[in-house]
Structures are given as structure tokens and as C-alpha cells.
């Protein structure tokens, strides 16, 4: 039809909203009824509406500055991501944009949106559910570097840990030491970290001629409070276990709360094990066994990328592994 570049009122049209919840969408806003935002995304992304584009011609410049959206503000391991970008970014000339993603695929997609009308001239994406096909459109336009996320055609523009490899480990360590009956709490199986630990763990049962029991397995939402209810769970069927390896340190937590509320002593009675190595878990009592997590170092790769990308030069990050952190949570069986 033409190369005009569409307007909100053309969106307001395409989706039979207002210009005015284009407006809200666009920028964010928590109020916009769900139907409404499902609506103003599918047409931003059929008219491929962008907002930044005739600033940048106009200006012919930067902005120097860099989107972020990441997965949930308030997170001890995103935030730890984030503070690692933060820091990446301090000696440069480029200042970030926070935006929170909350964990939901829309309101990221429209995170990035609001920063695409803030002329960003780049974006990282912590973790996220953007679909891949859509986040590879965007792209052609602006920069995007995505971390603590596994996208494995994007190279040089991805970094992440291997949560299958650290999972699995994590969980011959537990058998290596005794644990046949080992309970898991996994994340929300929706989520790509859940969903590979999950198989991390199954593995190494397998790997030793263990069979996974349905009912050692509990779902959880990676907060403190699910794994109080886990743990609550795993009692009130009374399973027999004597390990619990949580998907993260959050509900690793929880679950030792539990514990001590019924009068179960951690190691002796159920060793716990964690995943992320939250500052806080060497303080839990007993310190927590958990997985570690480079966070902080994924985030300094993801912003550094970022700025060699925009400044056209190479950079090649390290690899990013997981390490097994003992401490005094887990006993031999």
C-alpha cells in the first residue's frame, strides 16, 4: 500500500481501540483491559509499527541509551543480572532503562515497545517469554541482546548458563551421597529454567538407575512462599524422602521454613540443596547447598555486547557454567 510509516491512529483503527489505550499500551500502563492490550499488540506487530524510527532519522544519531526489561524487579537473581548490566554500562557513555517484564510474554512485548518510542538505541532482555520469531523482527531494526535466557541461533547475542548440566549435577551429588528418596521442586513448567532443570534432575535419576516417583515431584512459582507450600505438600502425602532439591534458592527457603515449623531438622533428618547462590543462602541456617549461578557476570557480558555491537566491534564473552556450592544443608545419607 505505501511506505508511510502507520500512526497510533492507524493501530487505534486496526485493533477498534482508541488512541488513547494505543497510548497506555505503548507506554506501559497497568491499566488496560487485557483484551484491549492482546489487540493493540497484534496490530502494532501486522502494520509493524515503529515508534522510534522517525526519530532516529530525524536526530541521525543516538540516544545512548539502552533499554533493559527484565524479568521480575525485586528478584534476587534478575536483580543480581541486572545490577552486572548496570555495571557493564557505568564507563560507557550510555545510560539504562529499566522496565519490568512480570514475568508475562504481552507485558514484555509491550516493555519493549515503550522502549522502542524512547529511542533506545539498543535493548537487553533479561529471561523473558518473548516468542523467538518476534523478537528476530524487532531486530532488524535495534540491537537486542538477550541474557539469562537460552536462544541458541542468536550466537554472539545470547548468553546463559546450562540449568540442564547444573540441575543434573547438582542431583548426583545428593545420590553420590547416599539419597535415593530425593523430592523436587520445580519452577513453573511453562518457564525454559524450570523446564531444564526439571530434565537435569530426571537425568541424573535415570543415569543412576533411579526411578522418578510422581509423588516427590511438586510445581512451584520460584517465590519463598511456594516452597513453603511444597514442602507442606510432600508432608501431607507423607512421602518418604530424604532430600529436597529445590529449582531455586527462593523456595529452597520456604521449604526449610516448613521444615523447622514441623519440628524437621535440616541436615539430619532432610538435607535441603538450592539452585542460584543468592547472597542470603550462606546465611540460611544451616547455609544452603546450592547450584551458583554467574549473574552478575552474565549481565556485565550482556551490556558489554551490547556496546561493542553498537560501536561495531567483536567481543567474545567467556563461557558462563554453573558451580556446585557445598555447604552445610545437605548430610550423607
Known amino acids: 500500500m505505501q511506505n508511510k510509516q502507520p500512526t497510533i491512529k492507524d493501530i487505534a483503527a486496526k485493533a477498534k481501540v482508541s488512541k488513547s489505550t494505543v497510548s497506555r ?8 483491559n487485557e483484551k484491549k492490550r ?18 532516529r532519522s530525524l536526530a541521525g544519531g543516538k540516544s545512548l541509551a539502552i533499554g533493559v526489561v527484565t524479568h521480575e ?3 534476587p537473581f534478575y536483580d543480581s543480572v541486572a545490577e552486572g548490566v548496570t555495571n557493564g554500562l557505568r564507563k560507557t557513555a550510555y545510560s539504562p532503562i529499566f522496565i519490568d517484564g512480570r514475568w508475562d510474554a504481552q507485558t514484555e512485548e509491550a516493555a ?29 531494526e535495534t540491537p537486542i541482546v538477550v541474557v539469562a535466557r537460552e536462544i541458541p541461533e542468536w550466537n554472539d547475542c545470547n548468553y ?13 551429588y545428593l545420590i553420590d551421597l547416599g539419597h535415593r528418596e530425593i523430592a523436587f ?3 513453573i513448567m511453562t518457564h525454559q529454567d524450570a523446564i531444564r532443570r526439571k530434565s537435569g534432575f530426571n537425568a541424573a535419576l535415570k543415569d543412576s538407575g533411579i526411578r522418578f516417583k510422581e509423588n516427590l515431584f511438586i510445581e512451584g512459582d520460584f517465590r519463598a512462599p511456594s516452597g513453603v507450600l511444597a514442602a507442606e505438600s510432600l508432608l501431607a502425602r507423607n512421602a518418604r524422602f530424604s532430600a529436597i532439591f529445590s529449582s531455586n534458592d527462593e523456595m529452597a527457603f520456604g521449604a526449610r521454613l516448613l521444615l523447622y515449623r514441623r519440628g524437621i531438622r535440616v541436615p539430619e533428618d ?3 540443596l538450592g539452585f542460584d547462590d543468592q547472597p542470603n543462602s550462606a546465611f540460611m541456617t544451616p547455609p544452603l547447598t546450592t547450584v551458583k549461578q554467574p549473574a552478575f557476570e552474565l549481565g556485565l557480558a550482556g551490556s558489554t555486547a551490547m556496546v561493542h555491537l553498537l560501536e561495531n566491534k567483536s567481543f567474545e564473552a567467556p563461557t558462563f557454567e554453573t558451580k556446585l556450592i557445598v555447604r552445610e544443608s545437605v548430610l550423607r545419607r
Open 25 to 32: 499500551v505503548l507506554n506501559n500502563s497497568r491499566f488496560v
Open 38 to 55: 492482546r489487540a493493540v499488540l497484534a496490530a502494532i506487530d501486522k502494520l509493524e509499527f515503529k515508534p522510534n524510527q522517525l526519530a
Open 73 to 75: 524487579i525485586g528478584s
Open 112 to 140: 519493549i515497545h515503550t522502549l522502542l518510542g524512547r529511542r533506545v538505541d539498543g535493548i537487553i532482555l533479561i529471561g523473558g517469554n518473548v516468542p523467538v520469531k518476534k523478537l528476530d523482527k524487532i531486530r532488524v
Open 160 to 172: 546463559f548458563v546450562d540449568n540442564f548440566q547444573g540441575a543434573f549435577d547438582a542431583t548426583k
Open 185 to 187: 521442586i520445580a519452577g
Open 270 to 272: 532432610v538435607s535441603i
